[in-house]
């Protein structure tokens, strides 16, 4: 980790939360990932060994405690107050990119499996069907590949193989236009409205799959400042 000198605030705090991948880490426990394989999935580009370093150098620094986990087996992430002080800095950093530097956002460019594993951890288990719900997402480009959702019980499990289970909702659309639906560069209603996301199964499904999730974080900023843009 790199050294600044401790003369100055900014400098302390950027030996922190500075270092490449760092502020990301923060992010995805900020949003509620404690297991090491959920944060590593949720970053693929990290490699293991890196994230490793940066979870223990956030550990010494007093950002994050390491818990036994729920279950009895391996280790859970689990935020101090010093750490979860950190949301309101990962938000202002998001939103000066959405602001000051939006036309480098380029959510078109993530993978197909990374984008859903975004999307699952957005959800709102309260809206959840009362019986179990299966939803097979087929991307169709840049290349082909199928997901499925598995709903149930108010939890939500990603599977890259066919569940076992009867579909009851199929979504077929481009990785980019749901990572656009996602971003909030465009609305579910537009998207589909556009063609651009096609939705088919049983009707009251279909029209209440948009609202288990919830989408970025940063949905509304991204919206204002896209149809700011479109306006110009």
Known sequence: MTEYGRYCPVAVATEIVADRWTPLV???LIL?????????????????????????????AGVLERWPAPTGRGTVYVLTPAGRALERVIDALARWAIEWHFEQLEPRTVDAQTLMWWIHRRVAPDRFPPVRAVVEWQHTAPRPETI????????????????????????????????????GTASWAEAVGAGRIAVTGAPRLVSLLPTWFRWSPWVEPTRERAHRVAGA
């Open 26 to 28: 923060v992010r995805e």
């Open 32 to 60: 509620g990932n404690t297991h090491f394989n959920d944060i590593a999935r949720a970053m693929p580009s990290i490699s293991r060994s890196l994230l490793v370093q940066r979870l223990r150098h956030l550990e010494r």
């Open 148 to 183: 499925w959702f598995v709903l149930e019980h108010g939890v939500i499990s990603v599977c890259v193989q066919h569940p076992g289970f009867d579909v009851d909702v199929v979504v077929r659309t481009s990785t980019g236009d749901l990572a656009d639906v996602f971003q």
